[in-house]
């Protein structure tokens, strides 16, 4: 039987605001065991909550990014349930009327074409804190510095169809959350939380199967491993004449397989009620405007802009714009360097190459985008060629200074004084007398590839500093000659 | 809809209360009593009318970002019944 | 010296007739020798007590003035106490002492006050006889047979015993109210949101409001001066300005539109009662006052409304009290489950239970709609009502109970009966409105209250009412004997 997959995500991003969602504690993260857990965190009796302005304004920026209705009018639920790391015995959480409603996120897929993901809703809620499973004395230990780190919880319609293009939207989705400045995107750090709803149907039935939920990924690598993995299974258990069953299931990465998860066991009545000590949220026009204002440019805006401004092409325009911070090195590098496709090349190619060989993001390049470009500037103004930039490149990713600085210390300026091009091609052919008999003896078809081993020889007596330019026209004019 | 046994065991564990066994037959009738009472309510037509979760109907306040809690971990766990390495200690959860 | 109100003590602070340490020193001793037949104290903070009145002394030597500076009072148990057990009449948190301050307590301690106790209450304030205490039943001054009325009553006993002149109180359901009829007292719920509930121990967010408990409107009014204000940790508190209540006490009742709403006399009220409410309204009228008959439609609603909306509340309030932060813990808990239910089965008492139990219920999958969300529709009926009500009158007077105190142990055996002894406090909770009740008479010897409602943050208008009532009647001056 030809099966479907089907998958929907919950995404859970933390927001970047300095203190909590309902409390003045900090919301850093790795500090001391419940050091950042104050009296509401703790949920001490008679604490109340009060809501954070910033997360508020974040989760708005959010839903104007995926063209959301806005909730100017939501509403804080509790969501009632026992466990040691949810210190009131309930979260705060939004149920009928979350602060998102329905909206939608464009993900390119391998073969280039855009796939439009229908996102449910998104909603503020506070983070839970940490169940520590080391053995204390034979028990649990719970850190509650986490207990009330804003989240906003993103929900996707059930649109993607593969473990690849679930990939693809929490991709682009944490490439937008990062863009917009709201989450770190830290997802070792569990920043950005991912439980994957999976289910599978027989190519061509309209309903959909049972699902089931695979809780807590947290890595791009993982998502695409479990689902893969739960997909399989779940068309096996049916092929062999079973039935899935709705659960939530944990993915473990060293044996690629899931579980049930044991506490998820019994059916949930979470009982949630609008939170009597919050009211409603009053989202003004004038908020919404002001929010709006604060947009930065966003992925497909990007994306056009290089496109016109600078006349790249689709594919290199969308790979610059998705992330914002490779974005913004890109421009800052064409803002020095003047050339755009140049500087797009070695952003893509040689920077991405370095970048990928160290294991670091672009915010932490062993090159800056300033150094890049005044390096790209020599390639520009002719005082380096264009293999010589790799070894200048090469250079300053061992911090040896700036592009200036070593083609000086170096001696690798582009030699353009025509005298010394010709004293060093009169050399070079002199050593190299019979290749020039033959070459002049050959025909017009052969003498191509000839040529280009005089301008290799001519390259490697100049030690790559003679302006190649310079040493074709001269070469051609001695050879003709 | 009275509430026999099995319902009260179920409102009990979803509230994780642990009844006494003894006590069982007590409590359900005072539940049945209460919801006897309360269920009165379902004679009053309240079509088109909107629920108010607050008398004042007021809009909520947002607090600035700002981190204004210092740490005071030792006062607040002096009266926590275990604690170890700054961290409240529970039976074994498992996942 | 234990029979003057706080006005009184005021002005023999002023005028430097004894000093607070005196004062302070004279009641703690009073409350040692009598307290033991009322049980109306969970905790007595003796040292507290003598360094605050100490503390109010100096301020005062210093030229410092204030009606409140120096004055002792008590706080109901469940206003958190910093280092100081805050138990809400618990099992749950005999052990708990509260790492801060409640508003309440602190806005009063700056104020000067001296606080000589905690007092006992219906655990987690769910009661209206004062018999759910961990630490016993708290028995009424006026008949040590008789309940105090709840769940206020240690706040109320107290205060009625003459152990000291005012104590705050919370009312969820008419808990202030109530027991200040039933021991004599004039007793104040507030509008709700115009005092801070940080600090105060959550029954149900929505309904609770703390206020003063003291023997005179007077009283009242400069106690809730000390209470009231906006607070920034709680959400739900008003950002009005305060007005200045002393001052409201004297303006003329003449012209007060003064609505009797017909409901209020329905079967269950005692005759005894109803009499006296009607010669509290004749009292009224003598001073100007016009009575007019008023509807509220609804009224037979409010406590099957408000016995959804409270325990619902509550049932998630409550499940904090899970034995891993703070409280009570169970011996050897096996697992995890076995942590939350013993210590939640044996840490509260029955009564918590069964409301826990009820309001979980009411918001379960499948009966959210017909309980929780009824409950809230018929609260916004029973709010309609009060607003048509008040564009015709200027107050609402009726019974504060139905009955007068019962005898301990009389309504044990259904917990309904004693539900039914809220009808007509739970509807000001409901609406969110400022309610007083005042001594209004004697039925054999034990006290009726009348119960004054008003527009919101016309909690002025209720004081000024009953201080003009109280210029011209002696209920409110009269002592249980023996104390």
Request: with cysteine; charged share 25%; aromatic share 6%.
């Amino acid at each position: 039987m030809q099966w479907e997959v089907v998958i929907g995500l919950e995404i859970h991003t933390q927001l970047t605001t300095q203190s909590k969602i309902f409390s003045g504690s900090a919301t850093t993260f790795g500090s001391e065991p419940n050091t950042q857990a104050s009296l509401v965190d703790l949920g001490m009796p008679g604490t109340l909550p009060v809501l954070n302005k910033e997360a508020v304004q974040m989760a708005v920026k959010f839903g104007l990014a995926i063209d959301a209705e806005i909730g100017q009018h939501n509403v804080f639920a509790r969501k009632n349930y026992f466990y040691p790391d949810l210190p009131k015995g309930y979260q705060i959480s939004q149920m009928e009327l979350p602060i998102v409603g329905k909206g939608h996120l464009d993900i390119t897929l391998e073969d280039g074409t855009i796939k439009r993901i229908g996102v449910t809703r998104a909603h503020l809620e506070e983070d839970a804190g940490k169940s520590l499973h080391e053995d204390y004395s034979g028990m649990t230990g719970i850190d509650l510095n986490r207990a009330g780190t804003p989240l906003l919880e993103i929900v996707s319609e059930p649109d993607m169809r593969s473990a690849k293009e679930a990939v693809a939207y929490v991709k682009a989705m944490h490439a937008l959350v990062r863009y917009l400045g709201i989450c770190d995107g830290n997802m070792a750090e569990g920043s950005l939380r991912c439980d994957c709803n999976v289910s599978v149907r027989p190519v061509g039935q309209v309903e959909f199967g049972t699902r089931c939920e695979i809780k807590n990924v947290n890595s791009f690598r993982f998502i695409e491993k479990a689902i893969n993995s739960e997909i399989q299974r779940q068309i096996d258990l049916i092929e062999d004449g079973g039935k899935v069953i709705q659960q939530t299931r944990l993915y473990d990465p060293n044996t690629n397989e899931t579980r049930a998860m044991r506490s998820k066991e019994e059916a949930n009545d979470y009982r949630y009620f609008p939170d009597p000590d919050l009211l409603p949220v009053i989202i003004e026009d004038s908020f919404l405007a002001q929010t709006r204002a604060s947009l930065p440019e966003l992925p497909p805006q990007k994306r056009e802009r290089f496109q016109s401004q600078f006349g790249l092409s689709l594919y290199d325009a969308s790979v610059l714009a998705s992330s914002r911070e490779q974005a913004d090195y890109f421009e800052q590098v064409v803002g020095i360097a003047g050339d755009a496709k140049l500087a797009a090349n070695w952003v893509m190619v040689e920077l991405g190459s370095l970048l990928n060989k160290q294991g670091v993001e672009i915010d932490e390049s062993p090159v800056s985008a300033e150094q890049l470009g005044g390096m790209l500037k020599r390639i520009t103004d002719n005082t380096i060629s264009g293999k010589i930039a790799k070894m200048v490149f090469e250079a300053m990713a061992n911090g040896e200074g700036n592009a200036d600085e070593i083609i000086e210390k170096r001696g690798l300026k582009q030699v353009t004084d025509t005298g010394a091009i010709e004293s060093i091609l009169d050399d070079m052919l002199a050593a190299n007398a019979e290749q020039v008999e033959q070459y002049r003896a050959a025909d017009e078809a052969k003498r191509g590839k000839m040529f280009g081993f005089f301008v290799g020889q001519a390259m490697k007596a100049s030690k790559g500093k003679a302006n190649p330019q310079q040493v074709n026209e001269v070469l051609k004019r001695k050879l003709e000659g | 809809m009275a509430l026999d046994r099995s319902d009260v065991e179920k409102i009990a564990h979803l509230a994780r209360l642990g009844l006494n066994d003894a006590d069982i037959p007590r409590t359900t009738e005072a539940l049945n009593s209460i919801l006897g009472l309360v269920d009165q309510m379902q004679a009053v037509d309240t079509t088109g009318i909107e629920p108010l979760a607050h008398p004042l109907e007021a809009s909520q306040r947002l607090r600035e970002d700002v981190v204004s809690e210092a740490n005071h971990r030792d006062s607040y766990q002096a009266i926590a019944p275990a604690v170890e390495d700054g961290l409240y200690l529970v039976p074994k959860v498992i996942d | 010296m234990h029979q003057m109100t706080l006005a009184e003590i005021a002005r023999g602070l002023a005028d430097k007739k004894f000093s607070s340490e005196e004062l302070t020193r004279s009641l703690l001793a009073r409350i040692a020798q009598l307290d033991p037949q009322i049980n109306s104290f969970i905790s007595v903070t003796l040292d507290l007590a003598i360094t605050q009145a100490q503390a109010a002394d100096a301020r005062r030597a210093a030229g410092e003035t204030g009606a409140l500076l120096g004055a002792p009072l008590a706080h109901k148990d469940l206003f958190c106490t910093k280092g100081i057990r805050t138990s809400c009449a618990s099992k749950m948190l005999d052990n708990f002492k509260a790492p801060y301050d409640a508003t309440v307590v602190a806005k009063l301690a700056a104020a000067g006050t001296v606080t000589l106790g905690k007092t006992n209450m219906d655990e987690f304030a769910m009661g209206s006889a004062n018999e759910s205490s961990h630490y016993g039943a708290v028995k009424n001054p006026w008949n040590l047979e008789h309940v105090p009325g709840g769940s206020s009553g240690g706040s109320a006993a107290a205060v009625a015993a003459r152990l000291l002149p005012a104590a705050t109180g919370t009312d969820t359901g008419g808990s202030i109210r109530q027991p200040a009829a039933l021991t004599n007292l004039t007793g104040l719920k507030p509008t709700y949101g115009r005092v801070s509930r940080w600090g105060m121990i959550a029954y149900a967010s929505s309904l609770d409001q703390a206020g003063p408990m003291a023997r005179t409107a007077e009283d009242c009014a400069l106690l809730l001066q000390g209470m009231a204000g906006f607070d920034v940790n709680d959400s739900t508190s008003i950002d009005e300005p305060v007005p200045d209540y002393s001052a409201s006490l004297n303006g003329s009742l003449q012209g007060l539109r003064i609505g009797v709403p017909k409901e209020y006399f329905s079967a269950g009220l005692d005759s005894r009662i109803a009499d006296l409410v009607m010669a509290s309204v004749e009292e009224l009228k003598k001073l100007g006052a016009v009575v007019k008959e008023v509807s509220l439609p609804n009224l037979q609603h409010a406590i099957p409304a408000y016995y959804v909306i409270a325990p619902a509340e509550a049932s998630s309030n409550l499940s904090r009290f899970d034995g891993v932060r703070f409280g009570y813990r169970c011996e050897d808990p096996k697992d995890l489950t076995d942590l939350y239910k013993r210590s939640r089965g044996e840490g509260f008492g029955p009564e918590v239970q069964r409301r826990i139990m009820v309001g979980a219920y009411a918001l379960s999958a499948g009966y959210y709609d017909a309980y929780y969300l009824q409950a809230q529709k018929i609260r916004r009926l029973i709010k309609n009502d009060f607003m048509n009500a008040f564009k015709d009158v200027d107050v609402i007077l009726g019974p504060t109970t139905p009955n007068p105190a019962w005898k301990i142990g009389a309504k044990n055996a259904d917990p309904i009966s004693a539900y039914l002894e809220d009808f007509y406090t739970i509807t000001a909770n409901l609406a969110g409105l400022p309610g007083l009740s005042m001594p209004a008479g004697f039925a054999d010897g034990l006290p009726v209250g009348v119960q004054l409602l008003a527009p919101y943050f016309q909690e002025g208008r209720l004081l000024n009412v009953a201080h003009q009532y109280q210029l011209v009647t002696d209920w409110h001056t009269r002592s249980p004997e023996g104390f």
